[in-house]
């Protein structure tokens, strides 16, 4: 087995990653597939899950995904998710707490609904999934070979960034902190709790800015390293913390912006 097979396979172990159908759950879904990875996918669109599955799979990659329905936004629906997940595997070793919503407006229009909405998924619901899912992956959890948990943040977690998503700026400041409450609280269980922080990729919750090739070179050029993300950008870090390579690492809040979170002002003087 060379050094690469050694410390990247992630072949035998099972992922779950929430909204996996698009975006960034999309490209994590690829990466743990491609390091071997059997990886179960979720979103409220079941049926965008199945396609993105056969598309996936399609790819001949050395894991399989397999994609379904399941909404974290409530408490029935994580129950149901996690019954499912529990019905398709004994086993689980990677959780990704992808799955997450946004809402818009000025700061003048912004509504008090738009904090309830915001904070039950990406919050809330990552909290009680990752609680209800805890038995299922201790079971998988060793001294030398963590379970893991994956948490998306976001670099307008870390910078004071509203520009009108002020609950969902908000929401991903407290996945941070809970990322690191949850680092404390499970590492006696041998699982580790990390979370990445994204700047600007192309997915369906930033396409109003992304979606075109002209809007994503000009967003690109405001970042310090020149380019809004890529899949392979997500790819590798997840398969990175989701396999020998990283089992040594939590706590952690991973940038993943381009340099945004240490941009500074420039040429002040």
Request: hydrophobic share 45%; proline share 4%.
């Amino acid at each position: 087995m060379s050094v690469i097979d050694d410390l990247f396979s992630l072949a035998g172990k099972t992922a779950l990653v929430t909204g996996g159908a698009t975006g960034i759950g999309r490209m994590a879904a690829t990466g743990l597939a491609g390091a071997g990875a059997r990886v179960l996918i979720a979103s409220r669109k079941g049926e965008m899950c199945e396609v993105t599955a056969q598309e996936i799979n399609a790819l001949g990659l050395p894991g399989k995904v397999e994609g379904f329905a399941g909404d974290v936004g409530a408490e029935i629906g994580i129950e149901a998710l996690a019954k499912e997940v529990e019905k398709r595997t004994g086993a689980l070793h990677i959780l990704m707490n992808n799955a997450g919503t946004t809402w818009g407006k000025p700061y003048g229009e912004f509504p008090h609904s738009a904090w309830e909405k915001v904070m039950s998924v990406n919050v809330a619901g990552l909290f009680s999934l990752t609680q209800r899912l805890t038995p299922l992956l201790a079971k998988t959890a060793t001294l030398e070979d963590p379970a893991r948990v994956v948490n998306v943040g976001s670099v307008m977690g870390t910078a004071p960034i509203g520009v009108g998503a002020y609950s969902y700026s908000a929401s991903k400041g407290a996945v941070h902190h809970l990322t690191k409450i949850l680092a404390t609280e499970l590492a006696d269980k041998r699982i580790t709790v990390n979370a990445i922080a994204p700047g600007p990729f192309q997915s369906n919750m930033t396409a109003f800015a992304t979606a075109d090739a002209e809007n994503r070179d000009r967003i690109g050029a405001k970042t310090p390293l020149g380019r809004i993300g890529m899949p392979d950008d997500i790819a590798g870090l997840m398969v990175f913390l989701g396999s020998k390579a990283g089992a040594y690492v939590t706590g952690a809040i991973i940038p993943t912006d381009g340099g945004i979170h240490v941009e500074t002002v420039k040429d002040l003087f």
